[in-house]
């Protein structure tokens, strides 16, 4: 599996970015999807993961100001993240589930300033 995420930056309170994940090596369609993050200091998180079937799920924290969604036909994964606070702050994974073991992209860093 690869995943190759995009996207991160710095934004100011109350703006927006979109994150994108490059996925190859897997038949992506099969494939649930997730986003997580890690702030520094702290342990690595869920934001948000879509099915295969595109069922979502957020974290309570991001319910309402980022949406997940998937392009099967590009193999991609995107986060619209809306609304974004300083708290948001942290680097951004792909992640995905391959015969048992997760696996993640390289990360991509937003930083969110009030």
């Known amino acids: 599996v690869q995943l190759q995420a995009s996207g991160g930056g710095l934004v100011q309170a109350g703006g927006y970015l979109r994150l994108s994940c490059a996925v190859s090596?897997?038949?992506?369609?099969?494939?649930?999807m997730a986003w997580y993050r890690q702030a520094p200091g702290q342990e690595r998180e869920l934001v948000a993961s879509?099915?295969?079937?595109?069922?979502?799920t957020y974290a309570n924290p991001v319910k309402g100001r980022f949406i997940i969604y998937r392009d099967n036909a590009g193999d991609a994964v995107y986060l619209q993240m809306n609304n974004l606070k300083p708290e948001d702050t942290a680097v951004y994974y792909c992640?995905?589930?391959?015969?048992?073991?997760?696996?993640w992209g390289q990360g991509t860093q937003v930083t969110v300033s009030s």
């Open positions: 992640s995905t589930e391959d015969r048992g073991v997760r696996r």
């Open positions: 090596r897997i038949m992506f369609r099969a494939y649930d």
């Open positions: 879509i099915t295969s079937g595109g069922g979502t």
